[in-house]
């Protein structure tokens, strides 16, 4: 049987940020990598159960590689700015790989604490921010021969419908999950094309990749029930227990972002059938998420919205 995902290189001395680690791909993609070697700083919101997460990473370490938790609610940019600046102060200002991995789906309406919807707010406000604060210690880790990276992670979702900049929080639009879920996925990968394209300008050693795990049996939808999700993410349930890969095989895409042959700007998702499960290899964007428009206006629409200086700084424009 082939192995669920390529082999990593060794990744002794490398220190390696994933967020929403407690359960799913983010727990077994923290315990790939320290495995392989490196540091692996697991950002948890529930403490409780990201100290059970630490120890089962740790239990399967035999003398490699070492995790230990960070706590963050990418929900609440206070509780961002904490963690980074916890992040960097652990690491002497020196992070060579971010994995932008939590992410919540198809719940009801609900707000961030700073107000935003809470799919666009938890999936891409509060990652762009993190990612914007950790730049300067992605910038310091990385080289010309081993640029550091920023993994973003997408869905197939990103498919399902636009973005609209004019009622980003659907406060007058009629509310759907879908949609919105589907918009924060695309705003993943606008948001990792404009910073491709910013860190080209800046020659930073630093590269910017985005990777979608397909149809994988993470704990997505569960957690969406957990917190009064819709009629149709409990329609979802069962189809996506049948059809789905274990999750294994769905981090194949998020590891060869973070550690594996790739250039900035790529997007990496399974091969197979309709891009759902399969080696891991080149993936398909949306007409959507290829507008650099849009990218442009959405990295401006974040900045304005967080609060947080981005990094890089674009250009001024005419």
Do not use: C
Not at 230 to 251: E, H
């Amino acid at each position: 049987m082939a192995p669920p995902h390529e082999p990593l290189p060794d990744l002794a001395g490398r220190t390696i940020v994933v967020t929403g680690t407690t359960s799913g791909l983010g727990l077994a993609l923290s315990g790939a990598l320290a495995r392989a070697g490196a540091r692996v700083l697991m950002t948890v919101r529930d403490a409780e159960r990201g100290a059970a997460a630490v120890e089962q990473v740790r239990d399967g370490l035999q003398g490699r590689g070492s995790a230990e938790a960070v706590q963050l609610d990418l929900a609440d940019l206070a509780s961002v700015r904490t963690a980074a600046a916890d992040v960097r102060d652990r690491t002497g200002d020196r992070v060579d790989v971010l994995i932008n991995n939590a992410a919540v789906s198809l719940g009801p309406h609900d707000r961030t604490r700073d107000g935003f919807e809470l799919q666009i707010g938890t999936n891409h406000l509060g990652p762009a921010a993190l990612t914007w604060l950790l730049m300067p210690a992605l910038r310091a880790a990385g080289s010309p021969e081993l640029p550091s990276r920023v993994v973003t992670t997408s869905s197939l979702g990103h498919r399902t419908g636009g973005l609209d900049l004019t009622d980003p929080h659907w406060d007058r639009r009629r509310y759907s999950p879908t949609l919105a879920y589907g918009a924060s996925k695309l705003a993943n990968l606008l948001f990792a094309a404009e910073l491709d394209r910013l860190l080209r300008l800046t020659g930073d050693p630093v590269l910017s990749v985005a990777a979608h795990p397909g149809l994988t049996a993470s704990e997505l939808l569960n957690n969406s029930l957990s917190r009064g999700g819709t009629w149709r993410a409990r329609l979802l349930v069962l189809p996506d227990r049948l059809l789905s890969q274990p999750v294994a095989a769905g981090i194949a895409p998020q590891l060869r972002a973070a550690t594996g042959p790739v250039r900035g700007g790529d997007y990496v998702g399974p091969t197979g059938r309709f891009e759902t499960r399969g080696p891991a290899g080149p993936a398909r964007r949306s007409a959507a998420a290829r507008d650099p428009e849009l990218a442009r206006e959405l990295w401006e629409f974040t900045a304005a919205g967080t609060g947080v200086a981005p990094d890089p700084e674009p250009p001024i424009r005419a």
